[in-house]
């Protein structure tokens, strides 16, 4: 994976939101899923960490943006934590899947990225958390990627066009739509893989290593 992705690990994130600004909105999903390669470097869905969050404490929540995802922030049955202890959980296995495949940081991937990647670094900056484990800019992005392999950026349209169900009545759940989104990835990366892009190099034995510092 590290040799792959320059030493970055994908994992595909999701968030559900109060509104559209990072700083002044609520975060009430998060969800990442993260993304394993088999031995012969074809991309897979591996696990999904999500949980519900409680608005911070002074944060904007938007009527058309609760409507359009259908989340009562207040309701006990979310069983919402607050962002801090949310990003803590989140990051946690990432930090350890990071360190599994031996890359050097998590690099978001996500459907529009740059929204997801706005909220997650505000809300981590909200909660003093340090050991963030994203690029600070970098981001894969599917709705681009989309766009390129399938001709639209829409996630419901582009993933039935690669062949993968979609349900318009699960959508706009953060662990529901990263893992569309994840499958969408992986299914762009793999395909690209078939047609014989990006041929994963040897990694050089210590002579060869040897030799060339000598």
Not at 107 to 119: E, I, M, Q, S
Not at 159 to 169: D, Q, V, Y
């Amino acid at each position: 994976m590290a040799r792959r992705f320059r030493g970055f690990l994908p994992v595909v994130v999701d968030v559900e939101t109060g509104g559209f600004n990072p700083r002044t909105d609520a975060l009430l999903e998060v969800a990442a899923v993260l993304i394993t390669m088999d031995d012969e470097g074809w991309l897979h869905r591996g696990e999904t960490i999500s949980r519900h969050v409680h608005p911070f404490e002074g944060a904007n929540l938007e009527k058309s943006a609760l409507d359009f995802t259908g989340i009562d922030p207040w309701t006990e049955d979310r069983g919402a934590i607050n962002e801090k202890d949310a990003l803590r959980e989140v990051f946690l296995p990432i930090r350890k899947a990071v360190k599994e495949f031996n890359c050097k940081r998590a690099v978001l991937v996500g459907h529009n990225a740059t929204f997801d990647h706005n909220f997650v670094f505000a809300a981590a900056e909200r909660a003093d958390i340090k050991r963030n484990p994203f690029h600070p800019f970098s981001t894969f992005d599917t709705a681009t990627l989309a766009g390129l392999a399938y001709g639209h950026t829409v996630l419901a349209e582009a993933c039935k066009r690669a062949g993968l169900e979609f349900s318009n009545r699960e959508a706009h759940s953060a662990a529901y739509d990263a893992e569309k989104t994840a499958d969408l990835f992986c299914g762009i990366v793999n395909r690209w893989k078939s047609l014989g892009g990006f041929p994963l190099p040897e990694p050089a034995s210590q002579e060869t290593t040897g030799t060339a510092s000598a």
